[in-house]
């Protein structure tokens, strides 16, 4: 594997990215699309370890700052505005990779929703959806879905501690009662907004698509939330990590990553 630096435009910015060479001249590649302000390195480096893995596994690997983000000029467009940038990146890499036949783009968080608002327009053979962000806004609520609350207090309610601290007065009980009251809340019947434009640019994409869940992170959970949850797509491992951080995880994503390109 080698490492290489690429620079092209986008509506009038100049774009950095990052292209991996496999050794063996792969021809599926992988397009890494940052989320939120997130450089191409990922948090912890863990897009350019993931790269350099992925790379050495037989799959070039490009990686990019969006416009007003990291090494790349221009204003940042947030997630939302974001389809030239993916649609630049996308060109440059198979430029710089020509012969890159298929191309799997994976994103976390916002690029996740990104790819699934625009992939319908795009050169893309699969997508790999990590996390997806589902909140109209770049901030997320202060309040934990249903889901994780229910899951927070089934796990109190099987802890013979907690059970004693209810019965000896420990629990304030007006805050459990609110908390029990979040738990029983259901989700909508109809989602709205991006929730809404996620499905429907989903839909229209034809190609392969994996959605990765990390289960303890709150993202996933709200995800899950408005998500039909007997979609066959979706995959979970066990992780509170919004990034697949610990050990794991990180091999899982790995794992469910190559599977993808072999699948495209």
Not at 185 to 209: H, K, N, R, W
Request: aromatic share 6%; glycine share 10%; hydrophobic share 45%.
């Amino acid at each position: 594997m080698n490492r290489r630096h690429v620079t092209f435009a986008c509506e009038g910015a100049t774009l950095i990215g990052t292209l991996d060479i496999a050794a063996a001249s792969g021809q599926t590649g992988i397009l890494i699309v940052s989320g939120g302000n997130e450089l191409r390195s990922g948090a912890w480096s863990g897009q350019a370890q993931l790269a350099a893995r992925l790379a050495d596994a037989g799959f070039p690997t490009f990686r990019y700052d969006r416009r007003g983000v990291g090494d790349s000029t221009g204003e940042n467009p947030t997630f939302r505005h974001s389809a030239p940038d993916i649609a630049a990146a996308l060109a440059a890499f198979r430029a710089a990779a020509p012969h890159v036949s298929r191309v799997v783009a994976f994103g976390n968080c916002d690029a996740a929703a990104a790819l699934m608002l625009f992939a319908p327009g795009l050169s893309l053979d699969g997508l790999v959806l990590a996390n997806p962000w589902t909140i109209d806004g770049e901030e997320a609520p202060q309040t934990m879905p249903a889901s994780a609350i229910r899951s927070r207090y089934m796990a109190k309610l099987t802890n013979p501690r907690e059970v004693w601290r209810l019965l000896t007065g420990g629990v304030n009980l007006a805050k459990l009662v609110k908390g029990l009251r979040s738990a029983a809340t259901t989700a909508g019947s109809a989602p709205e907004g991006l929730v809404a434009e996620m499905q429907t640019g989903l839909a229209a994409f034809d190609g392969t698509v994996a959605i990765l869940l990390a289960s303890g992170d709150r993202t996933a959970q709200m995800f899950a939330e408005c998500w039909d949850a007997g979609d066959p797509r979706i995959a979970r491992v066990e992780s509170a990590s919004h990034s697949f951080s610990d050990g794991v995880a990180r091999e899982w994503l790995f794992a469910r990553l190559v599977e993808a390109m072999r699948a495209a």
